[in-house]
Each structure stands twice: as structure tokens, then as C-alpha cells.
């Protein structure tokens, strides 16, 4: 028992070390997308106050659009960034959470993807329970609370296919969610059934 706590362990630490590098990755691409854009009208405008007769009338007759691309961008990217870090934080939370047998299935589904980095993880198994990472928020739905599961493959022409599962209780649809990876796709299916021998599932293609 020891040393399988202490070989997850060393798992989540490494794993919490790549999904925060993939996070800064991320982060650091938008900043530089910002400072692209930003340096770029900078360029066009040295250029032509360079070029300009009256350089103080031109500087003060430009100062207000800078200032204005300046906290535009500023603001989207800003906002990108801020999005992209507390998403990133929630999954991380989410996995320091996970007790022994949770991170195990965690581990086991990372071997199942294909990957160069750590990224946020469609779902994960915590306490019975299926959590989810939607947009805002996050989403738990109780294990034994899903009767039947509905599989369906998107075919794209130009690009990997999407693997979307529905989730239903006894009477309704209680949440779907999409991966673009297949074993993570087969995982989730597999995973349910051995908590769940009961549970339907049907697939609405091929």
C-alpha cells in the first residue's frame, strides 16, 4: 500500500507539473498574440510619426487611439488569459482533491490518450461521482444516477472526429459531454460499466 501511494503520488506531482506547464504555455501564447497586435500598430506608428513634419501635433492627435488598442486588446486578451487560468486552476484543485483509487483511474486514463502535454481532462472520477469542467462552473452527476448512456461519433471532413456521450437518468438527460480523443472516449464507457453492470448503453452510430 505504501508504495502504491507513493508511486501515485509521484504521478500526480508530475502531472500537476505538466498541466501547469501546458497552462503557461497557453497563457504565454495569448500574451504574445497581445503584444504582437499592440507592437505592430506601435511599429506603423513610429513609422509615420518618424515621417511627420509636426511630430508633437501628430503624437497628440494619436495618443487617444493607442491608448484605446492598447485597452482594448488589453481587455480580451486579459480576459482570455484570467479564463484560461482559473479554468486551469479548478482542474488542478479538482485533481489534488482525488483520493488513491480515484487518481488510479486517472492514471489509467491518461494511458489510454494520446498526448504531448497535460491538458484539462473531459471528466474525472471523484467519490462516485463524475465531474465535469463545462464552460463556468463545474458539473457532478452521481455515478448511480445515469440509467443509460448514448454514444455518438462526429465525423469531420477536415479534421479528428468528436466523441460525444449523452448521460440519462430513469426518465431524462441529465448532462452530454464531447472529447476529440477516442480512449478517452472508450475509457468513460468502460469505466461506467464496471461501476454500473446495469447500465444501457446505446450507440446512435458507427
Not at 92 to 114: C, G, M, S, V, W
Not at 120 to 139: M, Q, T, V
Request: include cysteine; aromatic fraction near 20%; hydrophobic fraction near 40%.
Amino acid at each position: 500500500m505504501s508504495s502504491t501511494t507513493s508511486t501515485l503520488g509521484s504521478f500526480l506531482t508530475t502531472e500537476l507539473g505538466r498541466t501547469r506547464k501546458t497552462r503557461n504555455i497557453i497563457m504565454a501564447f495569448f500574451f504574445g498574440i497581445f503584444a504582437f497586435f499592440y507592437g505592430f500598430f506601435l511599429f506603423s506608428f513610429f513609422q509615420k510619426w518618424s515621417d511627420s513634419d509636426d511630430k508633437l501635433t501628430f503624437f497628440c492627435k494619436s495618443l487617444p487611439t493607442l491608448s484605446f488598442l492598447f485597452v482594448y486588446l488589453g481587455f480580451i486578451f486579459g480576459l482570455l488569459i484570467w479564463i484560461v487560468y482559473i479554468k486551469y486552476q479548478k482542474f488542478i484543485r479538482a485533481l489534488q482533491r482525488l483520493n488513491d483509487t480515484d487518481l488510479e483511474i486517472y492514471q489509467q486514463y491518461t494511458r489510454r490518450l494520446i498526448r504531448i502535454n497535460a491538458t484539462i481532462a473531459p471528466y474525472l472520477f471523484c467519490e462516485n461521482k463524475i465531474l465535469f469542467f463545462p464552460f463556468i462552473g463545474d458539473k457532478k452527476i452521481s455515478v448511480g444516477q445515469i440509467h443509460r448512456i448514448e454514444t455518438k461519433i462526429i465525423r469531420h471532413s477536415r479534421g479528428p472526429n468528436s466523441y460525444r456521450i449523452y448521460f440519462y437518468n430513469e426518465f431524462n438527460k441529465i448532462y452530454q459531454v464531447t472529447t476529440h480523443q477516442k480512449g478517452a472516449f472508450d475509457f468513460l464507457q468502460e469505466q461506467l460499466r464496471n461501476e454500473n453492470s446495469d447500465l444501457v448503453i446505446v450507440a446512435r452510430n458507427q
